[in-house]
């Protein structure tokens, strides 16, 4: 067996990543504490922070304080040195949040408009969408790394054009049509993929599992040792067109009946409340009888999918989207009717968890496909 060599190159940017990464995380050290942890050369050391510095990723303004000689300058982490950009567009919003580098989102600009690819005016909202937040966020041009266009359907693997998008019925169309008044770099993201993408991003603690989302459409992607398996064909964890009821079950957008989309999308429970999702939670907890009937039933069905998900795949599961948003209270109840289903001896609680991305998770995880981007290439 032979080792791959790893080129100088290799290695000097693999020690500039290594500090990089060593100040991000600890926020503020000295010089010394870097050579003492990361077991590199002053030299090393200096010379990467210099370029840090350079690129203005860091600030040195600040001393550390230490008894006795002389301060050390501190060594601080600038997370919104560089900012990207992510637009979910769906069937009524286009919603557009700015990420910092740590994945945070800080700003956040929602529009109602009813989607509609062929026409110059839907084009050009979701332009002003996206400039404005960029505006809100105070984001130079230089320090944009681009935008990512989330999109209800399968999206090709250059973000180039949509391969699936009967939901909106818009299969076919390219990220230049889409984005035609954005002018910056972007591309297009499948949406449930970008979702369980931010999840993924920001918790390190899921190495294999399933992300849920549970929207206006129910779908889902796949983790495989903390990167999302698409499948053969990008159609992995579309678990939207499972087939949960086999006879009798209502029409799914898709043209099948009895999908799992039809027993777990949003509507099912906020066609109540005319669309409000809040409301719908309002009201259960409050105890509305109706609204705790379409509850129950809906948690029944979800734990089943929960059941076949840990099945399948042994790992966690993240139940994400408008409802996953909503569901923290009720964890504890899922967790109960999926361990009814589970002949080992595992327990819900340790596998099964609410999304932490609740606000515009995908738009922000659309986002985060740049900051990753970039953050792989310093
Ligand atoms: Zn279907």
Request: contains cysteine; charged residues 25%; hydrophobic residues 40%.
């Amino acid at each position: 067996m032979s080792r791959e060599k790893i080129s100088p190159s290799e290695i000097k940017l693999k020690n500039r990543q290594m500090i990089y990464q060593y100040v991000r995380t600890n926020t503020s050290v000295s010089k010394q504490d870097i050579v003492v942890a990361l077991q590199l050369s002053l030299p090393t050391v200096t010379q990467n922070l210099d370029y840090l510095k350079k690129q203005n990723l860091i600030d040195t303004s600040r001393k550390i304080k230490n008894t006795g000689g002389r301060n050390a300058t501190a060594y601080t982490y600038i997370k919104e040195a560089k900012m990207a950009i992510g637009v979910y567009i769906t069937a009524h919003h286009i919603n557009a949040v700015a990420v910092d580098l740590s994945g945070n989102v800080t700003g956040i600009v929602k529009q109602q408009s009813q989607f509609a690819l062929d026409d110059d005016e839907y084009l050009k909202k979701i332009g002003m969408v996206v400039k404005e937040v960029k505006r809100q966020a105070e984001i130079s041009d230089e320090n944009l790394l681009g935008v990512g266009i989330a999109v209800p359907g399968l999206v090709s693997d250059d973000g180039e054009s949509v391969l699936y998008g009967m939901t909106l019925d818009f299969t076919g169309k390219t990220r230049a049509e889409i984005a035609e008044y954005i002018p910056y770099h972007n591309r297009l993201v499948h949406d449930s993929y970008a979702a369980g993408y931010a999840e993924t991003w920001s918790d390190h603690r899921v190495k294999n599992g399933f992300y849920i989302s549970l929207s206006n459409s129910v779908g889902g992607s796949i983790i495989i040792n903390q990167s999302i398996y698409e499948g053969d064909t990008q159609k992995g964890g579309e678990i939207g067109h499972m087939v949960v009821v086999p006879k009798g079950g209502e029409r799914c957008y898709c043209g099948r009946y009895g999908c799992f989309d039809t027993v777990c999308r949003a509507s099912i429970l906020d066609q109540y409340t005319d669309g409000n999702l809040e409301e719908f939670f309002v009201l259960l907890k409050a105890g509305d009888k109706t609204a705790e009937a379409l509850w129950d039933e809906y948690l029944d069905n979800l734990a089943v999918a929960v059941h076949n998900m840990r099945i399948l795949f042994d790992g966690v599961i993240i139940v994400g989207g408008y409802v996953g948003a909503y569901i923290g209270d009720y964890m504890d109840e899922l967790c109960a009717r999926v361990d009814a289903h589970n002949p080992f001896d595992d327990c819900a609680k340790d596998y099964l968890m609410q999304c932490r991305y609740k606000i515009e998770a995908t738009a922000a995880g659309a986002a985060i496909f740049f900051i990753d981007n970039f953050l792989n290439s310093i």
